[in-house]
């Protein structure tokens, strides 16, 4: 039956036939990413539908198709001219997540193609794009044809959401927000991999954060999240790897703009500051993966000595600091990493026992960052570059009352003070040697096994 | 506490407890329908609570709560400057229901005010006042002032709602229409109630359909409706009594605009054609209740005993003539209502087989008399005052075939060729005796049985 002769569909009754609980066809969810898209579906029905959706669930087809007819609402980047394999790594986010600066040049020095295209943040710290624009001078707003030409020149480029990429995410994302239907599975797997599929990836790594400072607080819903994910970019024809990986406490040694930025050229450089060695250990094991998946060594292990040898070499620094001029960045700013840094107030936190750290409620400290002016409290209000705390002593250290712990950089004295007082409210300290840190990777999901954790759980997400 | 040191609402605060199943305060409820009526909530978000509330349900403070926040969200009207007790009728519609313009001039001859504001009908008939608009010069938009000098003069008056009238319940019913959350008994108890409390009434009898015609097609669905609607009147202050109806058949032996209020009037005149016996029954036992509720009866049933001297005296009819008189209607239509009434198409439909009438689907019956005319498919759309079906014979009637079932009046040929095929499709013939038609009045609840029914099924709605 050829399409022109099949019935209209009406919006009402897609939302009526959600709210009773049955399952949307492919096609009928299509109208509704179509209708979404250009306006064609009002913004009062698509909420009414968004939240029939989070009371009575997504099964796996509808998950797919909605990722599908995201994916496919707008403009798409094909980087098949490249005459690479295109890989990209993303995460649901955390507390100094700064990853990307790591995998994206550590991958690319390796052979792999890293089209990375990344949302504008909402959350309480700073995003990937206000990261990178700490840098004087670097543009993420480019067009898919300067994107593609940085990506020839370089292997990696990290830009902004053009607007005219998944525009139905945009809509339904900002809807989401506001009627409380953000936390659904299937509304957030379709939300990321729409985006990182209309890149044209042959292949994706997916970090999935699980402890204190994670998106998702409780581990069974960040296990059925990745498995979800990696089903339905698998069965879109992406090879998909999903890894759990802990954020109950923050990652590296800051969180913040500027001063992530100078953490990674540390570590590029190949200093390994005690503070940063979870992050340097996922980044080589997130970027093993990515050179795995992308045909460049036969497994992830072999993958993580490409990358250590990368990073030892100094081809990924290389990498990266190519990427920064062709994205407009004034390399000079990385001749002294500490004079380019020009907090407007500085406060260091001392210790006020002694004992171990033993718990930081990651989330609290992601608050306590957003509060230094490093994030932003609403879409469109500038972060302040220099802003950010540097830890001195993470989870299971022990430290001497009045010891530096913190050093908070801020945007004024008043930023300083109530971010010092979200941050002292985070940590606890305890006179006993508490638990080890958890594994900081505790699961991987493959094509393999992701089906059987889903049909565990039933279909219903 | 003062309300200045309350903390403030936040819309998508209140969508996610109710997403949770959680009860909101009644400030949170007044938060939200304001929001509704000023337009300071989007509508986007509207939807989603809307959604909430359809799946998550509202316990009976809330529905309280609601109705009371839509009654207070525009102007009101006071009839107390009337000098009688105001008592209203509302039914929650039926193909044929015209009881309204037997009871407004029954009670209003027994001395009770009746100040009947009506909604536009988004239903498949026409409306109450599409009905009346069929008498030419009948004003049924009139002002506030209008309404009580017209109520002065003649004891009842029937009048389109005011724009100020109530307007979170236009906001929020249209928004309902649109997101399929129009089927949920709290919301349809605030959203009639509101509208009847608006006007002031001392008291308040309500007419619940039930049977195949019937809004509410499950009987327990329409029980729980009618007892919630009690218990949240007379929880206002309004002395209340629900009917649970049978809506099994038409009601009276038309169904249209004109021919309605020419039967009416027939009935007011003293005439008893047969197939009209189920409405003269019934409106003469709402009016008994509207009499008694009012205070000028000491029983419902001798409130009906009065109703029926009002009737044979004739003052019933020139209650209604003096009200439609008072409105602008043009009496002389009423000197000869054959002659009065002008179809553009006429047609004659045989019964096509011989036997008793078993079944009549009544809301199949009700979409025949929308197609010749007489209704509207979407808000908006004019009305034909002379479209419409009569029967020549009822439920439980014996038939020979090739003698006249109905007579139809379309707008068109093609009109009546929709309806007529509707309209078989909704008749059975059986050769066997069917059972009785259920009683005309199955069930009445009054404050004081209200309250149990509701307890016995739990609060959720």
């Given at each position: 039956m050829s399409s022109s002769t099949e019935t209209p569909l009406h919006a009402v009754d897609l939302i009526r036939k959600k709210r009773d609980g049955e399952t949307l066809t492919a096609r009928e969810i299509q109208f509704l990413v179509t209708g979404a898209a250009t306006g064609s579906i009002p913004q009062e029905q698509l909420t009414a539908w968004l939240m029939a959706v989070w009371l009575r669930g997504l099964g796996l087809d509808e998950v797919r198709a909605l990722t599908l007819a995201m994916r496919d609402s707008g403009e798409k980047f094909d980087p098949h001219s490249l005459g690479k394999v295109a890989v990209d790594k993303h995460s649901t986010g955390g507390v100094g997540d700064k990853t990307s600066f790591l995998v994206a040049p550590l991958a690319a020095a390796c052979g792999v193609a890293v089209p990375m295209i990344s949302g504008r943040a909402l959350g309480h710290t700073g995003g990937t794009l206000d990261k990178l624009e700490?840098?004087?001078?670097?543009?993420?707003?480019?067009s898919l044809a300067e994107f593609e030409s940085v990506l020839r020149k370089c292997g990696a480029s990290i830009v902004s959401q053009t607007p005219k990429l998944v525009p139905a995410d945009r809509v339904l994302y900002a809807l989401r927000d506001r009627t409380a239907t953000v936390e659904n599975a299937g509304l957030i797997c379709a939300s990321i991999l729409s985006k990182k599929l209309a890149a044209g990836l042959d292949a994706l790594v997916l970090d999935v954060k699980t402890g204190s400072g994670a998106f998702l607080r409780n581990y069974k819903d960040a296990e059925f999240l990745a498995a979800l994910m990696v089903a339905t970019a698998e069965a879109a024809g992406t090879r998909t790897v999903a890894l759990l990986t802990d954020m109950g406490q923050p990652l590296g040694y800051t969180a913040g703009n500027w001063i992530e930025i100078a953490e990674c050229i540390t570590l590029l450089r190949g200093e390994r500051p005690s503070a940063s060695e979870d992050l340097r250990e996922l980044s080589l094991i997130l970027a093993g993966w990515m050179i795995h998946l992308g045909g460049h060594a036969p497994s992830a292990e072999a993958g993580y000595r490409s990358a250590e040898r990368a990073l030892a070499k100094g081809s990924a620094l290389t990498a990266f600091l190519k990427m920064i001029e062709a994205q407009g960045g004034d390399l000079s700013v990385f001749n002294d990493l500490k004079a380019s840094h020009k907090p407007a107030a500085t406060t260091v936190l001392a210790a006020w026992d002694s004992g171990y750290i033993a718990e930081m409620d990651t989330t609290a400290i992601g608050w306590a960052v957003q509060r230094t002016g490093a994030g932003r409290e609403k879409a469109g209000e500038p972060v302040d570059p220099n802003a950010g705390i540097e830890f001195h002593a993470k989870r299971c250290a022990h430290i001497e009352k009045g010891q530096p712990f913190a050093t908070l950089y801020g945007t004024s004295r008043a930023h300083l003070a109530e971010a010092e007082a979200l941050l002292r409210s985070a940590i606890h300290f305890s006179h006993e040697l508490p638990p080890a840190t958890p594994q900081l990777v505790s699961r991987i999901f493959t094509a393999e096994n992701a089906q059987a954790r889903l049909i565990a759980v039933g279909s219903g997400t």
């Open positions: 700490s840098i004087p001078g670097f543009r993420t707003a480019l």
